[in-house]
């Protein structure tokens, strides 16, 4: 008998609007991973320090779920969850200082631990507490530390593992959320050939079932619905078409990326500038070519053994000074991506001062956001170190 639930993750991966095509590929979507860990590292510090405060607007937490809240269709609303509501008092980690120094340990917990047990003592640990209003939606900050253990977590991942699944997983509790990572864990391993190691994969799969993009497999039917569901299946594509506009307004601000990227190298190669292109974008093609075509195909060896090297790696656009070998300029392209996301990985450079010049380090945006950019340069966080002081670049 055909295995319904293998030719659905077939026809998910195929579909170029599916969260596989749109995000979980997405070229920017692993530079997220590292901004967000360091986030989660000062919500902690702050937190160990007295000094996070006592609302969510402003917060180093508001900065790094809004990075996570940016991240496509997928995690849109991620931010709900923390929202301060005074009505409710909740989520009860802003005017309870026990409950906040609780969510800080779990996070730092969760951030050193690197095991399986580890990441559920500790969310078993906290669950036991009984937080008003602080749920799994946590999860969310626990995948981007754990994405191969910890699944994200939202309504329409647990819609979609429902239907899935046959199982009846509730929302707003811990061991609700264990059971389905159970669950989810086992169907990874199932169809692990077709999904991922990072769970982001299956996670993105059961999104597109939870908002009905993609309709369940009948479980345990005869012929007639297995027939049914293929035949509705193969019609899927015409559902698909209504939910374009989107997908394509995000293909666009992708290419815009990358012609913006392009400008960027062909002024520095014309002042005689070595070019490093971000090294998850090095294949784009531009124009007939590949964007990095003309440029490095590896970082100066001081710049490549520097601390921060990852995150440096990922910067849009470097400009290389042929004789010291630092870096004369840096930019970083914040079309739709976090911005939050880029001033890490200025700030690692910023940090290695005998990889910068003085050339100055650029955040290049539109127009619109220029009031969210700034924002950001104003964190307290920012002013307090030699953070990136480089210009504000408004395209137009």
């Known amino acids: 008998m055909t295995d319904l ?36 590292a000062q919500v902690v510090e702050e937190i160990e320090a007295g000094t996070f405060g006592n609302v ?10 809004g ?37 800080g340990r779990l996070l730092h917990h969760c951030s050193c631990c690197s095991t399986e047990q580890e990441l559920v003592e500790g969310i078993e640990s906290i669950d036991r ?36 699944t046959g199982a009846k997983v509730k929302l707003g509790r811990w061991d609700q959320y264990l059971g389905m990572r159970r669950g989810i864990l086992e169907l990874n391993r199932s169809y692990r050939d077709l999904l991922s190691n990072d769970l982001g994969a299956i996670a993105g799969f059961l999104f597109d079932v939870g908002t009905g993009r993609f309709s369940a497999p009948p479980v345990g039917s005869g012929d007639t619905a297995r027939d049914a569901w293929l035949s509705e299946l193969s019609k899927a594509r015409e559902t698909a078409k209504r939910l374009e506009g989107p997908i394509a307004a995000a293909r666009e601000n992708d290419l815009t990326h990358t012609e913006v990227q392009a400008w960027l190298r062909d002024l520095g190669l014309a002042l005689g500038y070595r070019i490093w292109i971000a090294s998850n974008d090095r294949g784009r093609p531009y124009n007939g070519a590949m964007l990095a ?32 070998d630092c870096v004369a300029a840096a930019f970083d392209v914040e079309h739709t991506t976090s911005i939050y996301s880029g001033i890490v990985r200025m700030l690692d450079l910023a940090l290695s001062s005998d990889l910068h010049a003085t050339g100055g380090l650029f955040l290049v945006a539109p127009d619109g956001r220029e009031d969210e950019v700034r924002s950001q340069l104003r964190r307290p966080r920012l002013q307090s170190r ?10 137009r």
């Open 129 to 164: 507490l009984s937080i008003k209003g602080l749920g799994p939606a946590v999860a969310n900050l626990l995948y981007f530390l754990h994405p191969t253990l910890m699944p994200p977590f939202n309504t329409a991942i647990v819609n979609g593992f429902n239907a899935i």
């Open 293 to 324: 075509a003309g440029c490095l195909d590896r970082l100066p060896s001081s710049i490549e053994n520097a601390a921060g090297a990852e995150s440096i790696r990922l910067i849009d656009v470097l400009w290389i000074d042929s004789a010291s």
């Open 5 to 40: 639930l293998r030719v659905l993750i077939e026809r998910w991966r195929e579909d170029s609007g599916s969260t596989y095509r749109t995000w979980f590929l997405w070229d920017e979507r692993l530079k997220n991973f590292r901004s967000i860990r360091r986030g989660i």
């Open 56 to 65: 969510y607007k402003g917060s180093s937490l508001e900065t790094i779920v």
């Open 386 to 395: 030699s953070g990136p002081q480089g210009a504000f670049l408004a395209l």
């Open 67 to 103: 990075s996570i809240a940016e991240q496509r269709q997928i995690f849109k609303g991620a931010d709900h969850a923390f929202l301060w509501k005074p009505k409710l008092r909740i989520p009860d980690i802003y005017e309870n200082p026990e409950n906040q120094r609780a969510f």
